[in-house]
């Protein structure tokens, strides 16, 4: 009886510590909109970046910060401001490619607009480009008055030497 106890304790603790997101309460949010995604930026602020960008004129400088420098800057996406705003994400440089983000998610509850996103690494026996990098990625959300939460969740390394 003891170790059938201890053995369901077991089970139901691995099955809870391994699930990659947590219950932020409230929903996913469905009407999230991925604007631009990459795994290269030249933001000129070192370090991980996260930000909500509520106007247009923001959104200009932001576009432009995390495409500096390259030839021709991509156009950058049209967002209406009354309805929606801009959230970034940007993860620090990394030493090589296969860097990337793996879960990314909107919850909303009550309270607030929670971001969660996770790491993608490359793992043992990958094969990456040998050139800094660093992911980011632009989204929209609706507006809102609730505040938001970014969180970050455990780092995810890929296995490719299976």
């Known amino acids: 009886m003891k170790f059938s106890v201890l053995f369901l304790v077991t089970i139901f ?31 000129p602020v070192e370090g991980k970046i996260t930000k909500t960008v509520t106007s247009e004129q923001v959104f200009k400088m932001e576009w432009e910060k995390v495409h500096e420098g390259m030839s021709p800057i991509p156009e950058r996406p049209i967002v209406n401001f009354e309805e929606r705003f801009v959230i970034l994400v940007m993860l620090e440089t990394k030493p090589t490619g296969g860097f990337g983000f793996d879960e990314f998610r909107v919850h909303e509850n009550a309270d607030q607009y929670v971001v969660f996103y996770s790491e993608a690494h490359p793992g043992d026996g990958c094969f990456t480009t040998q050139a800094l990098t660093r992911p980011y990625k632009f989204i929209s959300v609706p507006n809102t008055d609730k505040e938001v939460e970014f969180v970050k969740g455990d780092t995810v390394f890929n296995h490719c030497n299976e």
């Open 13 to 43: 603790s691995l099955g809870t510590a391994c699930s990659q997101i947590p219950d932020f309460g409230g929903a996913i949010m469905n009407s999230v909109e991925e604007l631009k995604s990459d795994h290269s930026s030249n933001y």
